[in-house]
C-alpha cells in the first residue's frame, strides 16, 4: 500500500518525539541523554523522510519541566543531543517546540490545543496544516493534528488509543515505505 497524499516538498512534518523518536519511558519520563534511545530504525529512515518535506518540525508536550523533574536548558541538552545524531544521519530538523506546562494548567501550549502549531506557521508563513502530517503515538497527537486539519498518522505502541487517525504504522521507516 501506498499513500495517494501527493506529498511533495512543499509539505511539512510534525512529528511527537517520546514513542516516535524514541523509545518512550511509560513508568516516567526521559530527564537525560544517556535515557534517551532512538526507536529502531529512525536513524537510517529519518534522512530519506524528512528530505520529502519543506519543514520538519517536532512538536512535544514535556510535563517533566512543569513538575520541576528537569530545567528547560536540560531538556535543550537532550534535544541537542537529538538533533545532533540525525543530522549525521542525513536528518534536518527545522523547529523543535517543548510545551513544558502541567496538564490542565492555565494557557497551556501542550497538545492537543494548535498552539504549536499556530507558534511554528508563525516562525514559516509557508506552513499549510492542510499540506501537513502529524506523527505521533499518542489521541493528544492525533487531536492536534486533527484540530489543525492536519493528515494524521499514528504509530502504534502499548499505548491504548481511541482517536482514528487516517494512517497506522509500525515506524518511521515504514511511513516513509508509504510515502515513497
Same mark, same amino acid.
Not at 511533495?8 to 514513542?19: M, P, Q
Not at 519543514?55 to 528537569?70: F, R, S, Y
Not at 497551556?108 to 502529524?134: V, Y
Given at each position: 500500500?501506498k ?7 512543499s509539505w ?10 524514541n ?12 535515557d534517551?534511545?532512538?526507536?529502531e530504525?529512525v ?13 520538519v ?7 517533566c ?6 530545567? +528547560? @536548558?536540560?531538556v535543550?541538552? /537532550?534535544?541537542?543531543?537529538m538533533?545532533s =545524531?540525525? !543530522?549525521?544521519? $542525513? ?10 506546562e502541567?496538564r490542565?494548567s ?9 498552539h504549536m ?5 508563525n516562525?514559516?508563513?509557508? +506552513? @499549510?496544516?492542510?499540506k501537513? /502530517? ?5 489521541? =493528544?497527537? !492525533?487531536?492536534? $493534528? ?21 494512517v ?13
Amino acid at each position: 500500500m501506498k499513500l495517494n497524499w501527493n506529498v511533495d516538498s512543499s509539505w511539512t512534518l510534525f512529528i511527537d518525539r517520546d514513542g516516535v523518536i524514541n523509545e518512550r519511558n511509560f513508568e516516567g519520563y526521559i530527564l537525560n541523554k544517556k535515557d534517551f534511545i532512538f526507536k529502531e530504525g529512525v536513524l537510517e529512515s529519518s534522512g530519506a523522510l524528512f528530505s520529502k518535506f519543506n519543514h520538519v518540525v517536532i512538536v512535544t508536550n514535556q510535563q517533566c519541566v512543569g513538575k520541576g523533574l528537569i530545567s +528547560i @536548558d536540560e531538556v535543550r541538552e /537532550i534535544h541537542n543531543s537529538m538533533e545532533s =545524531s540525525l !543530522i549525521q544521519n $542525513g536528518a534536518k530538523i527545522d523547529l523543535i517546540l517543548v510545551a513544558p506546562e502541567i496538564r490542565g494548567s492555565e494557557n497551556s501550549t501542550r497538545k492537543p490545543d494548535r498552539h504549536m502549531g499556530l507558534m511554528a506557521q508563525n516562525k514559516f508563513k509557508n +506552513i @499549510d496544516f492542510k499540506k501537513s /502530517i502529524m506523527v505521533g503515538d499518542t489521541d =493528544s497527537d !492525533i487531536e492536534f $493534528g486533527k484540530n489543525l486539519e492536519m493528515k494524521t498518522v499514528l504509530i502504534e505502541s502499548t499505548e491504548k488509543c481511541i482517536l482514528k487517525p487516517d494512517v497506522k504504522v509500525r515506524s518511521l521507516l515504514e511511513l516513509n515505505n508509504l510515502l515513497e
